[in-house]
């Protein structure tokens, strides 16, 4: 029997999820489902665990780690089905998703998005591009970004040469989507839910990577071309939507330095973003910031007259009044 289906399942230091992951899948496969692990260099007992899955259904790939684009990568050039979903290794499918999926293989849909949010089967390409990058806010696919609960046509991504791009370390799953609605209107929205999300507690780190701003600056620049690829954007546009990008992206560095646990790292990283040459060249560029919330534009023009650290401390701020949550929950797709 043919495989229609291949479930990718990237892979890395979850141990204490991966199994509940890969049962959530199994619970419900037949033969025409393969389960393809990629174990993305994990230094706990992930692989180990995984292992144990091993058999008709499920092969466990192991590598260095290259990063999660890299593994997702993997897994499609290593899968066989006609239609490939991606499941987070942390995340499980609902009860019930197997026979909602394969309900929609047959139908000549190129992407078929499971989402309990959406109220419509079809939307504009526009509109889908506009959610992805957030400048537009519409809650029926607020969760339109992410390549989780959802299918895609495995010969359509061959004949696009569609792959994750990983040299972007945040926003690889925008660029992939967007890239795939800009080649095809067989989209299809099913108002169901058969994802299940995790929500982790917002825990602290310890460090800060200057190479953020590096992807960032790829990230910004295929995002570019994409849109002026598209045909759907004039220049005008086009600029405003990467400038709205650009500067949501300097809110989310901040972030990243405020929750830097040690006082004397936060600063060092404050003046490390203050002193970034990236960031300074594009700022320098006169960046409209119309499109953002007033949140953003404060912590953007903050960072703009080097005042990194004051950003630091009003994030900090916002950080502690906002009661992020100390306890996993999970999040109905």
């Given at each position: 029997?043919?495989?229609?289906l291949?479930?990718?399942?990237?892979?890395?230091?979850?141990?204490?999820?991966?199994?509940?992951?890969?049962?959530?899948?199994?619970?419900?496969c037949?033969?025409?489902?393969?389960?393809?692990?990629?174990?993305?260099?994990?230094?706990?007992?992930?692989?180990?665990?995984?292992?144990?899955?091993?058999?008709?259904?499920?092969?466990?790939?192991?590598?260095?780690?290259?990063?999660?684009?890299?593994?997702?990568?993997?897994?499609?050039?290593?899968?066989?089905?006609?239609?490939?979903?991606?499941?987070?290794?942390?995340?499980?499918l609902?009860?019930?998703?197997?026979?909602?999926?394969f309900?929609?293989?047959?139908?000549?849909?190129?992407?078929?998005?499971?989402?309990?949010?959406?109220e419509?089967?079809?939307y504009?390409?526009?509109?889908?591009?506009e959610?992805?990058?957030?400048?537009?806010?519409?809650?029926?696919?607020?969760?339109?970004?992410?390549?989780?609960?959802?299918?895609?046509?495995?010969?359509?991504?061959r004949?696009?040469?569609?792959?994750?791009?990983?040299?972007?370390?945040?926003?690889?799953?925008a660029?992939?989507?967007?890239?795939?609605?800009?080649?095809?209107?067989?989209v299809?929205f099913?108002?169901?839910?058969?994802?299940?999300?995790?929500?982790?507690?917002?825990?602290?780190?310890?460090?800060?990577?200057?190479?953020?701003?590096?992807?960032?600056?790829?990230?910004?620049?295929s995002?570019?071309?994409?849109?002026m690829?598209?045909?759907?954007f004039?220049?005008?546009?086009?600029?405003?939507?990467?400038d709205?990008?650009f500067?949501?992206?300097?809110?989310?560095?901040?972030?990243?330095?405020?929750?830097?646990?040690?006082?004397?790292?936060?600063?060092?990283?404050?003046?490390?973003?203050?002193?970034?040459?990236?960031?300074?060249?594009?700022?320098?560029?006169?960046?409209?910031?119309?499109?953002?919330?007033?949140?953003?534009?404060?912590?953007?023009?903050?960072?703009r007259?080097?005042?990194?650290?004051?950003?630091?401390?009003?994030?900090?701020?916002?950080?502690r009044?906002?009661?992020?949550?100390?306890?996993?929950?999970?999040?109905?797709?």
């Amino acid at each position: 029997m043919s495989v229609e289906l291949s479930v990718v399942v990237p892979a890395y230091n979850c141990e204490r999820y991966v199994g509940e992951c890969l049962s959530s899948i199994l619970a419900e496969c037949t033969t025409e489902v393969e389960i393809i692990v990629v174990n993305d260099g994990s230094t706990d007992n992930t692989l180990e665990v995984c292992r144990g899955f091993e058999g008709p259904l499920v092969q466990v790939h192991d590598q260095s780690n290259m990063g999660v684009s890299n593994a997702r990568n993997v897994g499609v050039a290593l899968a066989r089905g006609k239609f490939v979903m991606f499941v987070d290794a942390d995340d499980v499918l609902a009860p019930g998703w197997s026979e909602s999926v394969f309900r929609e293989l047959r139908g000549g849909e190129d992407v078929v998005v499971f989402s309990g949010t959406a109220e419509q089967e079809r939307y504009s390409t526009k509109d889908l591009i506009e959610s992805i990058v957030g400048i537009r806010v519409n809650e029926q696919l607020k969760w339109i970004s992410s390549p989780i609960s959802r299918i895609y046509n495995r010969e359509f991504l061959r004949q696009i040469h569609l792959r994750f791009d990983t040299r972007v370390l945040n926003g690889e799953d925008a660029l992939w989507n967007i890239e795939a609605f800009v080649h095809t209107k067989r989209v299809l929205f099913v108002q169901e839910s058969i994802y299940r999300y995790r929500v982790h507690p917002t825990s602290a780190t310890r460090t800060y990577d200057s190479a953020f701003t590096r992807s960032n600056e790829y990230y910004l620049a295929s995002l570019e071309n994409l849109l002026m690829q598209s045909g759907l954007f004039v220049p005008s546009q086009v600029t405003e939507i990467v400038d709205f990008s650009f500067c949501t992206s300097v809110e989310l560095m901040v972030i990243r330095i405020a929750r830097i646990w040690a006082r004397k790292d936060r600063k060092w990283a404050a003046s490390a973003l203050r002193s970034d040459v990236v960031v300074r060249s594009r700022m320098r560029r006169g960046i409209r910031r119309r499109s953002n919330w007033l949140r953003q534009r404060v912590i953007y023009l903050l960072v703009r007259i080097r005042l990194v650290q004051s950003a630091v401390t009003l994030v900090r701020l916002g950080l502690r009044l906002w009661n992020n949550p100390t306890k996993e929950r999970w999040v109905a797709l």
